[in-house]
């Protein structure tokens, strides 16, 4: 089932049921992320009490339960309307944006990270590398200004001085407030990014 034949299912028929499912089921999924758990569709319908066959009709995959349930997660830029033209800006922007998703699904990421670092473990859903994707897009400018940078590589270096990773440790082992822990995040990305667009030069 496509997204479009999704959307046309939750407006047609019964609509204040049919909304009321949906977000039971996201409901759900939310509550099992923050226990640590990494189910299917299958099984959150279960839990839900809500028949297989209509879960799947609301979410034909858990990507799409996932999108719905931490919409973020399903978006391919953080930099949302009329993005500035300036990379330093566009990357301070997309910091913004990420660290607002870590302050408000904090514990669904620091089960899914928990759970990744279980032997054996599956990757999580939540673990799937959308981060990268963010910044990547943050320096595309670079791309086509004949900067000589890396991108790719460079948008690894920003996500591995800001996400959950980085914050859990600012916080739990370094002490700091939320707020410090972020501008701690803030201040390393913005460095590596002004060391890299100096060295172009």
Same mark, same amino acid.
């Given at each position: 089932?496509?997204?479009?034949?999704?959307?046309?299912?939750?407006? =047609?028929?019964?609509?204040?049921?049919?909304?009321?499912?949906?977000?039971?089921?996201?409901?759900?999924?939310?509550?099992?992320?923050?226990?640590?758990?990494?189910?299917?569709?299958?099984?959150? @319908?279960?839990?839900?009490?809500?028949?297989?066959?209509?879960?799947?009709?609301?979410?034909?995959?858990?990507?799409?339960?996932?999108?719905? @349930?931490?919409?973020?997660?399903?978006?391919?830029?953080?930099?949302?309307?009329?993005?500035?033209?300036?990379?330093?800006?566009?990357? $301070?922007?997309?910091?913004?944006?990420?660290?607002?998703?870590?302050?408000?699904?904090?514990?669904?990421?620091?089960?899914?990270?928990?759970?990744?670092?279980?032997?054996?473990? @599956?990757?999580?859903?939540?673990?799937?590398?959308? @981060?990268?994707?963010?910044?990547?897009?943050?320096?595309?400018?670079?791309?086509?200004?004949?900067?000589?940078?890396? =991108?790719?590589?460079?948008?690894?270096?920003?996500?591995?001085?800001?996400?959950? $990773?980085?914050?859990?440790?600012?916080?739990?082992?370094?002490?700091?407030?939320?707020?410090?822990?972020?501008?701690?995040?803030?201040?390393?990305?913005?460095?590596?990014?002004?060391?890299?667009?100096?060295?172009?030069?």
């Amino acid at each position: 089932m496509s997204a479009r034949h999704n959307e046309k299912y939750l407006e =047609t028929g019964r609509t204040r049921q049919k909304s009321r499912t949906r977000e039971e089921l996201v409901s759900v999924l939310r509550d099992l992320l923050k226990d640590g758990r990494d189910p299917s569709v299958a099984e959150v @319908a279960a839990i839900a009490g809500i028949s297989r066959t209509t879960a799947y009709r609301y979410f034909p995959d858990k990507e799409a339960l996932l999108h719905a @349930a931490l919409p973020e997660t399903g978006l391919g830029s953080l930099l949302g309307g009329d993005p500035p033209s300036d990379v330093r800006a566009r990357l $301070e922007r997309t910091l913004d944006a990420h660290f607002d998703f870590i302050r408000a699904w904090e514990p669904q990421l620091r089960a899914s990270l928990r759970l990744s670092l279980t032997p054996g473990a @599956a990757r999580p859903t939540l673990r799937g590398g959308r @981060a990268v994707g963010w910044y990547r897009d943050a320096l595309s400018p670079l791309e086509t200004a004949g900067s000589g940078i890396d =991108t790719a590589a460079l948008a690894v270096r920003l996500r591995a001085v800001a996400g959950i $990773e980085p914050y859990v440790w600012l916080r739990d082992v370094a002490g700091l407030r939320t707020g410090q822990a972020f501008d701690v995040m803030r201040a390393n990305a913005l460095d590596i990014l002004d060391a890299a667009l100096a060295g172009a030069k």
